[in-house]
Structure formats: structure tokens, C-alpha cells
């Protein structure tokens, strides 16, 4: 063997050795202190894995994204309530009044049914607020709560200025409400529900043209499928967008 080849033997043997005392350290250090690359990779896809948004439209108003507006009430319990004990939850918004003779009875019926179908979450919730605040005060609220079975503790039946609810209703969400003496029970409300995400975002599913259907219908029974006036039911389609939004 020449002198050549040997003298390349020995310069990559030298560099085997410059490599091992400079870079073996490190690498032992960082697998001490659990810093590896495959660890790395696999935080990373955790992290967007949790943070992964569903297929659920955003509720957008000149295109910005909707909020839930701030609010501030008194729920069943006698406790203030804001929209920050709603963050990191996923809820649903009603508005109704316990002495309702129509529709709100089957709005919670069917809230109910959306309870007890997640009642191992403690990230979902419920926000009814009363249209009739004047009478319903949080005794009244927690009697009605009881009757119905009201078992979620991130489930307020809130009560407070009127005005302030009727303009979170109207403005804030949309939903229809207003005083009306000709009208059973004397008020009128939409008797829809709003879906809002962990970040307080009102969300929905498209329809079949791709437009966010914006809200759920609430009277009509997962049961019932359609009522006597042709419209379909909408629980179904609720429970199972709830679903998406509390896997994101």
C-alpha cells in the first residue's frame, strides 16, 4: 500500500475523531434533556392536530369574522356570568322566557337532549337569556332550570337590563325579539340557536350551494324529523357540528 493511500486513511480517520469529540457531546446532551428531532416533529404535529379548524363556515360581517359581543348578566344562581366564562367552551345561544306557551318549551326540550348527549364535556355550554327579565329573576330561572332537568354546570339561564338583552339579541346576534302584547305569552323571539367555537366565534355548516346556514332551527325534534309545516329538523345536523367544533 502507498504512502498516498495511507495518508487518506489517516486524514478520515482524523476526521471521524474531530466529529466524535465536538458533535457526540451535544447530541448526548440534547437526548438528556429530551430535545431530539423526532421529538420535535412529533410536538409540532400535535400542535396541529389540536389546533386543526372543521369544515364549520365563520360567520363573517363585512368579511370579519363574528364574536360573540360582551355581555354581562345574573344567571340561575345568583351569579354575574360574562362571555369570558364561555372561552375554551363550545356553546350554544338561545333566547326565550320561562312563561313561554309556544316555542321555547320545545327549544329546551331539545337543549336538553343536546345536554345529556354531552354531558362528559366539561367544554360545552349553554347561554339562554330570558326576554323577560322583569320577571324572570334567578329564582325563577332556577325553578325553570330544575323543572327541565338543567344538570350542565356551564349552562346559565341568564337575566339582567332589558334593553341591553334585547339589543344583543337584535344586533348582537341577529335573533329576533321584541315586546309584543297581541302575541302569546306577550313577546316575540326566533326560535333558533346560534353555535359558537372556544374562541367565541359564531360558526355553522354550509348548505348545498356553500352558503353558512348561520343559525339552527330549535322547535322541531330530532324525533319529530320534519313538523306539520314541512320544516326538517336541524338538532341532528347541531349535535353533530358541536362535535367538530369540540375536536378543534
Same mark, same amino acid.
Given at each position: 500500500m502507498s504512502k498516498k493511500t495511507n495518508y487518506s486513511y489517516i486524514g478520515i480517520a482524523f476526521i471521524i475523531l474531530v466529529f466524535g469529540i465536538i458533535f457526540i457531546p451535544k447530541i448526548v446532551d440534547r437526548i438528556s434533556n429530551k430535545d431530539i428531532i423526532r421529538n420535535e416533529s412529533r410536538s409540532d404535529f400535535a400542535d396541529d $392536530? $389540536? +389546533? #386543526? @379548524? !372543521?369544515?364549520?363556515?365563520?360567520?363573517?360581517? /363585512?368579511? @370579519?369574522? #363574528? $364574536? @360573540?359581543?360582551?355581555? !354581562?348578566f345574573i344567571n340561575q344562581e345568583g351569579k354575574i356570568i360574562? /362571555? #369570558?366564562?364561555?372561552?375554551? #367552551?363550545?356553546y @350554544?345561544?338561545? +333566547? +326565550? +322566557?320561562?312563561?313561554c306557551p309556544t316555542i321555547c318549551p320545545r327549544m329546551n326540550a331539545n337543549l336538553i337532549q343536546i345536554q345529556n348527549t354531552f354531558k362528559d364535556f366539561n367544554d360545552f355550554g349553554v347561554a339562554s337569556f330570558t326576554i323577560n327579565p322583569d320577571y324572570d329573576t334567578p329564582e325563577i330561572l332556577k325553578a325553570y332550570a330544575d323543572s327541565y332537568g338543567v344538570t350542565n354546570p356551564n349552562w346559565h339561564l341568564m337575566t339582567g337590563d332589558k334593553e341591553t338583552i334585547y339589543k344583543l339579541s337584535n344586533e348582537g346576534f341577529n335573533l329576533y325579539t321584541a315586546e309584543e302584547a297581541e302575541a302569546e305569552g306577550g313577546f316575540e323571539h326566533s326560535g333558533n340557536f346560534a353555535l359558537i367555537d372556544k374562541n367565541g366565534y359564531i360558526r355553522s355548516r354550509k348548505d348545498t350551494f356553500g352558503n353558512p346556514i348561520i343559525y339552527y332551527r330549535g322547535i322541531v325534534s330530532e324525533a319529530e324529523q320534519i313538523d306539520d309545516d314541512g320544516v326538517e329538523e336541524e338538532i341532528s345536523a347541531l349535535k353533530e357540528d358541536i362535535e367538530k367544533l369540540l375536536n378543534e
Open positions: $392536530k $389540536k +389546533f #386543526k @379548524v !372543521s369544515d364549520l363556515a365563520f360567520i363573517e360581517i /363585512n368579511g @370579519v369574522p #363574528k $364574536k @360573540v359581543p360582551a355581555f !354581562s360574562t /362571555n #369570558k366564562d364561555y372561552e375554551g #367552551k363550545v @350554544v345561544i338561545e +333566547f +326565550f +322566557f320561562t312563561t
